[in-house]
């Protein structure tokens, strides 16, 4: 079991602390509902710097593995995890209402503010950093999958093999 640890999270970006660590994906439920099993780990920096306006910022470094299901066969898929996340904690008073006009709004807006929190369990905000960056619909590369193995789904392969459809109709236009 791996240690879990709690911060200020403006107090933590404002003076600029850092905490490295490592996490196993088991240790992270929300997770399991996604992923084709709980194996693998992530190795996680987080940091605290001034943001171009002196704002308190956090920047979270992950980088590990866990296996995703293939959307195609539903078998495991290895996934390497590596990103960079720019945050800016913001007291909740301030979240509310804070967001710009529609015409305000940066083309290439990379940080993104979270509630400030004097107890912000580390280990919760890995998990929703991994969460955020997981493929919406991860598949392997075309003809790695079992169910790619020239249109026939692994149901099919085991003997009861049907015709398929489109098959049937190209001979009909061939004719």
């Not at 196993?24 to 987080?46: C, F, K």
Request: aromatic share 4%; with cysteine.
């Amino acid at each position: 079991m791996f240690a879990r640890h709690f911060i200020d999270s403006l107090d933590f970006a404002r003076k600029g602390l850092e905490l490295r660590g490592d996490a196993a994906i088991s240790e992270m439920p929300r997770l399991q509902d996604v992923l084709a099993g709980p194996d693998g780990q992530v190795s996680y920096v987080l940091r605290g710097l001034p943001g171009k306006d002196g704002e308190a910022m956090l920047e979270l470094r992950l980088e590990g593995n866990c296996q995703l299901r293939c959307q195609r066969c539903l078998q495991r898929l290895p996934y390497t995890i590596k990103t960079v996340s720019l945050l800016m904690p913001v007291p909740g008073s301030e979240l509310e209402g804070s967001l710009p006009e529609s015409g305000e709004l940066e083309e290439e807006d990379t940080v993104d503010r979270i509630p400030a929190d004097a107890h912000m369990d580390v280990l919760s905000l890995v998990e929703d950093e991994i969460l955020l960056g997981l493929p919406l619909s991860p598949r392997h590369e075309f003809g790695a999958c079992e169910a790619a193995v020239e249109g026939v789904s692994p149901a099919q392969q085991g003997g009861n093999q049907k015709q398929n459809p489109f098959a049937v109709l190209r001979g009909l236009k061939d004719k």
